[in-house]
T-cell receptor, first 113, second 113 residues
């Protein structure tokens, strides 16, 4: 297993468009997290999945954001009607229930013009 | 609410010297985990070291060690024999419960040759 992967690595979109990001966690990990990181800041928690169940969603996530993890494997994060304030790095991480360490993906950098 | 504060936006250290990065946190819980993560430029975030709050002994991983002061809610990272490859953003993080991670704003470490 090569670790957590994210696709695409970079996305440039125009304001008002919808975008979807994908995260493939480490295969045996049942926990999956999405974070948003803006310049000069640490990662901010967006949402958490245990297997296919979305157990927590941050108040930072407006109704334009939705995340899914069908069958408890890969996850997608969709942003509808993007705004310039959505420009950020979107990080995915995974872990197993047996350990405390999160393994991060390389992130998807979103630029909204 | 839990918060994590890193008061040093940037630090510099001479190669082979020792540097300490500061982190304070606020919590009313007695059992939790603390972490230091490293984010090299354009690369994935990786775990450097972790500390379980119920353990009094400070964690150590090779050249990296922590000074955990539970009463003072302080969790500093010491890097000994600094190497050029240590240059990165370092994030202090707190885990609340079983899955909620809260990150500080980070400290950029520069290593001077």
């Amino acid at each position: 297993d090569t670790g957590v992967s994210q696709d695409p690595r970079h996305k440039i979109t125009k304001r008002g468009q919808n975008v979807t990001f994908r995260c493939d966690p480490i295969s045996e990990h049942n926990r999956l997290y999405w974070y948003r990181q803006t310049l000069g800041q640490g990662p901010e928690f967006l949402t958490y999945f245990q297997n296919e169940a979305q157990l927590e969603k941050s108040r930072l996530l407006s109704d334009r954001f939705s995340a899914e993890r069908p069958k408890g494997s890969f996850s997608t994060l969709e942003i509808q009607r993007t705004e310039q304030g959505d420009s950020a790095m979107y990080l995915c991480a995974s872990s197993s229930s047996k350990e405390t360490e999160q393994y991060f993906g390389p992130g998807t950098r979103l630029t909204v013009t | 609410a839990q918060t994590v504060t890193q008061s040093q936006p940037e630090m510099s250290v001479q190669e082979a010297e020792t540097v300490t990065l500061s982190c304070t946190y606020d919590t009313s819980e007695s059992d939790y985990y603390l972490f230091w993560y490293k984010q090299p430029p354009s690369r994935q975030m990786i775990l450097v070291i972790r500390q379980e709050a119920y353990k009094q002994q400070n964690a150590t991983e090779n050249r990296f060690s922590v000074n955990f002061q539970k009463a003072a809610k302080s969790f500093s990272l010491k890097i000994s024999d600094s190497q050029l490859g240590d240059a990165a953003m370092y994030f202090c993080a707190y885990r609340r419960g079983t899955y909620k991670y809260i990150f500080g704003t980070g400290t950029r470490l520069k290593v001077l040759a």
